[in-house]
């Protein structure tokens, strides 16, 4: 049922934005900055302080030259803005404003241009890191990506550097498409009580989505890459298990399956197939393969 599709959407969508990876200053304060613009002015960007290395998730907005990107608490309200105004994607500068919503205070924004990955200059290169917008209490993540002739840019790793000294804990290889600015999510897969990663690995026909799942050795202090696999999984930590989604021929056909965990691999528990009946316009139970 799982159809995969040539990643000709991920790359238009890389192609349509400017994603550059930026260094440079806050007043004083050091910070790495990513920026992912869409050619219709909307968009997303991270950014961290180099002392502390918790990445912060903004929006973006373009309005003619002047860009703006607002920063929120987790209630939703806006707490800062940071403006530039001419901002063009081809400068290798970019200087602006920054404003405490609250206080008023503002201090001044230079940041000089590391990379853009969408440049479509024929360039090879690899070993360039992304700032990744999830982190763990005491690491946060890089992406490692590598660009080729053809201006395809794929992951080849995931760096997890301790926050603070950004010493650096592991390095694991992995192979997928780059997904914007969101590769990395973080939970606790095996509900263990300890939060891990996974990492996009490719898209399906219709919504369906797999990813690559890494699971943490309390004895080791590393991660490794688990079995777990399937496609839209999810993983509720209230009753310890694990759901996996799969639809197909939009939408008509629905498997749902329920897994445990048992030894760090996923247990089928049981799975219903669904099939949509034109005559009751609903769905009604099937037989599954």
């Not at 159809?3 to 000709?8: M, S």
Request: charge should be neutral; include cysteine; charged fraction near 30%.
């Amino acid at each position: 049922m799982k159809q995969k599709i040539i990643f000709l959407f991920l790359l238009a969508t890389a192609f349509v934005s400017a994603q550059i990876s930026y260094k440079g200053f806050i007043d004083k304060y050091p910070i790495e900055f990513v920026s992912d613009i869409y050619s219709d002015g909307q968009g997303s960007a991270i950014y961290a302080y180099s002392n502390y290395d918790t990445p912060i998730v903004l929006n973006a907005k373009l309005n003619g030259k002047i860009l703006v990107f607002t920063e929120k608490d987790i209630s939703g309200k806006e707490t800062a803005k940071m403006s530039f105004e001419n901002y063009n994607a081809k400068s290798d500068q970019l200087n602006g404003i920054w404003k405490d919503l609250n206080s008023g205070k503002e201090l001044t924004i230079s940041l000089r241009k590391e990379f853009d990955l969408n440049s479509n200059t024929g360039e090879e290169w690899t070993e360039r890191e992304i700032l990744q917008p999830v982190s763990l209490k005491d690491k946060y993540f890089k992406l490692v990506v590598s660009k080729g002739k053809d201006n395809s840019v794929g992951v080849s790793a995931i760096k997890i550097i301790e926050k603070k000294t950004d010493k650096l804990i592991q390095k694991v290889e992995v192979e997928s498409p780059l997904l914007g600015l969101y590769n990395i999510d973080v939970d606790d897969y095996n509900f263990d009580g300890f939060e891990e990663f996974s990492v996009f690995e490719a898209s399906y026909a219709g919504p369906n989505t797999s990813r690559i799942y890494f699971l943490y050795n309390p004895k080791t202090g590393k991660y490794f890459e688990s079995s777990f696999s399937g496609t839209s999984l999810e993983f509720d930590s209230t009753t310890k298990r694990i759901y996996e989604h799969n639809q197909c021929c939009a939408g008509r056909s629905i498997e749902r399956t329920e897994y445990k965990v048992v030894n760090n691999k996923m247990v089928q528990i049981k799975k219903t197939c669904m099939e949509y009946d034109d005559k009751t316009k609903d769905y009604k139970n099937i037989k599954c393969n």
